[in-house]
């Protein structure tokens, strides 16, 4: 089984519904070998340029 998480439930919704994941439980969507569940709000950001190089936080564009 894959896992698909969305980054909120009618995205989540969406790709169920293109992977054929039609059955619905509670937190997520199953089917055709796919789990598709979602969370609220981003999972990761970006970092900094200087969390890569301190020399970068000068960084002046």
């Known amino acids: 089984m894959k896992v698909c998480i969305a980054e909120k439930p009618s995205v989540a919704r969406e790709i169920a519904?293109?992977?054929?994941a039609h059955t619905k439980h509670d937190g997520y969507y199953e089917g055709n070998g796919y789990a598709v569940t979602y969370t609220f709000g981003h999972l990761c950001t970006l970092m900094e340029p200087n969390?890569?190089?301190?020399?970068?936080?000068?960084?002046?564009?």
């Open 17 to 20: 519904q293109v992977l054929g």
């Open 51 to 61: 969390d890569y190089k301190p020399y970068w936080k000068s960084w002046d564009l």
